[in-house]
Every structure is written in C-alpha cells, then in structure tokens.
C-alpha cells in the first residue's frame, strides 16, 4: 500500500530535515494565502497541545520508573547530574539577564479586564512554592504542576524500591509506552511547526 510506506517513511525519516521543510513550507503558505495560513495554524495548536497533554505524565512516570527500578546496590550517583542542573540553571539565568540588559525589549501586553498582583515578598513565593510541593497528584497532572508532579513521582519511586520486581516490570513498561507516545507526537513535530511559522 502505498499511504502505508508513505507513512512508514514520514516516521522514519530524518527529523530535523522535516522540521526544515516545515518552516520553509510555512512561510510559503503566509505568503501565498494569509487566509490559507490561518487555517494551517490549528495544526501548531494540535501540535502545542498534545506536547502539553503528555508532558505531566510522561515526567510523573519516568521519575518513578527510574527510582523504582534503582536498586538500593547500584552506585549510580544523582550528584553530577544535579551539579550539571545547577550549572546549566544559573548559566541560563546569568544569560537571560545579561541579554535583557544589552537589547532591552519593550513588551505591551493588551490586558484589559485582568488585575495583574506581583508577590508581595519572598515569603508569598515561599508559600506558593509549599502549596504546589503538596498538591494533590491529580490536580498537579491535570494542571501541569511540574513541581508538584516531581514530589509525587520521587515518593512514589521511592516507595516502589521496595515492591516486588513485577511491579517494577510494569512501571518500567508503562514508561516504555509513555515514551512510544511522546515518540509519536514528537513525529509530527514538522506539521506542528508549519502550523505555527504560518
């Protein structure tokens, strides 16, 4: 069938080269039609949303997948990976800061009817960063509280460091096909792209 190997090429194919054609063809498609543009934007809407909807979950069962599968004997050590996170995390932060500085932006935002209140102290940021830490894990993956989806994914792989090896079988499985998902939806990353460049 050819729309089978048509298909089984487009997922196989060399992604970034997509990615490329995608943006070439989205341009294209602006400046031929900007009502035709339009239309093609709900395939970077689709594309948005479906990373948002798999994102919460494919971090909550990674993290638990992977500390319940560490056994307690290995001497895997989180401090290199921790010391790279705080490095990477303050370099951005120094570069972020150095580069509003050097091009200054002016941002007018269009808000009518909203009442924008900034924290009052470090203690509210304090308190806010407390309630997500506990938040319900539900609510935490249905409003992609990363935060909040982070400490239930530790305690839950904490605890299953002790579950029988089944259990773990099962999560790290359930982790494989997350990652299939995410495969998927990354697959379509260059009609998502076309959609938002158009």
Known sequence: M???????????????????????????????????????AVLGQLFVSALRAVAPIL???????????????????LRPVVLFYLVGTICAAFLAVLMSTLFPT?????????????????????GDLIQKLVDNPVNALLTSN??????????????????????KTTFTDIADVIIGIVRVVIRFAPLGILGLVA
């Open 59 to 77: 971090v909550f069962v990674l993290v638990a997948s992977a500390l319940a599968s560490q056994s307690s004997s290995d001497q895997a050590s």
């Open 2 to 40: 050819p729309e089978q190997s048509l298909f089984k090429r487009f997922m196989s194919g060399n992604l970034v080269l997509q990615i490329a054609i995608g943006i070439v063809l989205g341009v294209v498609i602006y400046l031929i039609d900007e009502s035709l543009a339009a239309q093609a």
């Open 106 to 126: 002016t941002l007018v935002l269009q808000l009518s009817d909203v009442a924008l209140e900034p924290p009052q102290g470090i203690g509210e940021v304090l």
């Open 146 to 167: 990363f935060i909040g989806i982070l400490v239930w994914g530790v305690a839950l792989g904490l605890g299953l460091r002790h579950s029988a090896e089944a259990t």
